[in-house]
């Protein structure tokens, strides 16, 4: 049993408007989201701290329990209000998320706290892809001690957790051109997406 969790709490500053509701082809980037997560999610919870701009949608909404404390605030939130131990945590601006991808990821949590890919860019640099991640409520004592600690960088979470790192080889046999990292922060970004949507759909 999984629930998966759409984090929607940012404030879209770059974009302008509310990236979760931009529109490629006919659906919304959040909507693109729920119909990849719902073959492999028993519960979906929608994180935000604007819900009745998601009513619409016909999903459970919850708030930051903590209020403030980014994206490991929404997290935490997820963690707590879900009914299931593994929980799918996605941000509301991937797109591309590839099914195939979480279904390994929850494959492989076990006694893991968390399972979390990780990219790799021409200069060596690792960036964890917190937000396409399987988290265990296991986490969540670590997770309140790191925001009572005023410690919000998700990323930290690797030096306090038993996390399972999924390295670059390892996801590409499953999405080799790591479309599920490509989250939409900017207008550019969204015509790189929408290059891409069109090419994988050709519309």
């Known amino acids: ?3 998966g969790a759409i984090l929607a709490g940012g404030k879209s500053r770059r974009m302008g408007v509310n990236k979760a509701f931009l529109r490629l082809g006919n659906r919304t980037l959040i ?7 719902q073959p492999i999610a028993d519960e979906i919870l929608i994180i935000t701290n604007t819900p009745d701009e ?3 949608l016909g999903i459970e909404t919850k708030v930051d329990i903590i209020p403030n404390t980014g994206t490991l605030g929404g997290i935490h939130s997820a963690l ?4 299931n131990d593994a929980v799918v945590c996605v941000g509301c601006d991937i797109p591309f998320i590839d099914t195939n ?13 968390a399972v ?4 790799c860019n021409e200069k060596g640099q690792i960036t964890l892809q917190t937000l396409c991640a399987v988290y265990s409520k296991r986490c969540l004592p670590i997770i309140e001690k790191m925001l009572n600690d005023a410690e919000y960088r998700v990323h ?5 957790a038993n996390i399972n790192l999924i390295i670059p080889e390892t996801w590409k046999k499953i999405d080799p051109d790591g479309y599920s990292f490509l989250n939409i922060n900017t207008p550019a970004d969204f015509e790189v997406a929408q290059t891409i949507f069109d090419s994988l759909y050709h519309f």
């Open 80 to 83: 707590t209000n879900a009914t």
């Open 1 to 3: 049993m999984v629930t």
């Open 31 to 37: 909507e693109h989201i729920i119909h990849r997560i």
């Open 54 to 56: 998601y009513n619409h």
């Open 156 to 160: 930290a979470l690797k030096s306090h």
């Open 116 to 119: 979390i890919p990780y990219t």
């Open 101 to 113: 991808l979480l279904q390994y990821l929850i494959s492989v949590l076990g006694e893991h706290q």
